[in-house]
């Protein structure tokens, strides 16, 4: 039996009604919302003396990132950017319609390229690396989008979301690997490596998340997996930003004095 067609706006006031009435789900995207707002207004204050074109290009990238955030999560409150979806057969929850806030994606995608960006600018790295860095990070989210939208097949789903940690993998190494060398040269090997260790660390419980949740082994329900999306999304974000902003308007001379031989900060140093 075929289902009838529903309206576009119909599925949206449905699907936001699903939210609403679970209380644990709603609540893990309006504390983002509020948290992503007190950190726009922070950040723009803790910005507004920034004044070297390489501190400044650090600091728009970090303030983009909960600008992206809070427009993304008032999308998931909304409902405009989550679907239900039909899981396929092998799936744990074969068969059963499951609640799919699919705009964390579009987050992931906007977002953490910005904070590879001002990671990359504050190790001084050379412009290949940051564009390898940034193509792989965008790489991961599009394909993780993919995994989570596949309702054709199960096994597509994970072979998806392996492609997808492939590319992690390769933004990993970069981090582990490259950018350590560069931050070293550059005199940010410190706060690199706390922002770095951050920035792994949080990062590595978002595939696992995915694996746990419903949308891999469904282990955790729909609002727990939420929670540990916003939880992580709270700390790879927001306490990432207030970390380095911190810094960068404590240290802005040496921020300024970041020089590579053929990178962005040779770019930059000559634009000052």
């Known amino acids: 039996?075929?289902?009838?067609?529903?309206?576009?706006?119909?599925?949206?006031?449905?699907?936001?009604?699903?939210?609403?009435?679970?209380?644990?789900?709603?609540?893990?995207?309006?504390?983002?919302?509020?948290?992503?707002?007190?950190?726009?207004?922070?950040?723009?204050?803790?910005?507004?003396?920034?004044?070297s074109t390489r501190a400044r290009l650090i600091w728009v990238a970090t303030l983009l990132v909960p600008l992206v955030s809070i427009s993304s999560y008032a999308g998931l409150a909304s409902g405009l950017t989550v679907g239900l979806l039909t899981m396929p057969a092998g799936h744990a929850l074969a068969g059963q319609e499951v609640l799919s806030p699919w705009g964390r994606y579009l987050t992931w995608t906007l977002s953490t390229p910005m904070i590879i960006l001002a990671?990359?600018?504050l190790a001084g790295t050379d412009r290949s690396?940051?564009?390898?860095?940034?193509?792989?990070?965008?790489?991961?989210?599009?394909?993780?989008?993919?995994?989570?939208?596949?309702?054709?097949?199960?096994?597509?789903?994970?072979?998806?979301?392996?492609?997808?940690?492939?590319?992690?993998?390769?933004v990993l190494y970069v981090l582990l690997v490259e950018w350590p060398q560069d931050a070293a040269a550059a005199g940010t090997s410190e706060i690199f490596g706390t922002l770095k260790l951050l920035t792994v660390v949080l990062w590595l419980g978002y595939p696992i998340l995915w694996a746990l949740g419903s949308e891999g082994f469904a282990l955790l329900g729909v609002a727990t997996t939420s929670w540990g999306y916003s939880l992580l999304d709270i700390g790879a974000?927001?306490?990432?930003?207030?970390?380095?902003?911190?810094?960068?308007?404590?240290?802005?001379?040496v921020v300024e004095t970041v020089t590579t031989g053929a990178g962005v900060g040779a770019a930059t140093s000559a634009d000052d």
């Open 129 to 170: 690396k940051l564009f390898t860095a940034i193509t792989m990070d965008i790489g991961m989210c599009v394909t993780g989008l993919a995994a989570a939208l596949i309702t054709s097949s199960y096994l597509l789903r994970w072979v998806f979301y392996g492609i997808s940690c492939a590319f992690f993998l390769a």
């Open 237 to 253: 974000k927001y306490v990432f930003a207030f970390l380095l902003l911190r810094w960068v308007a404590a240290n802005e001379r």
């Open 119 to 121: 990671l990359g600018l």
């Open 1 to 51: 039996m075929t289902a009838p067609t529903v309206p576009l706006q119909a599925t949206q006031t449905e699907v936001l009604r699903m939210i609403q009435e679970n209380a644990s789900l709603n609540a893990s995207l309006w504390v983002n919302i509020a948290l992503a707002g007190l950190s726009i207004l922070l950040f723009v204050w803790m910005g507004r003396r920034v004044e």
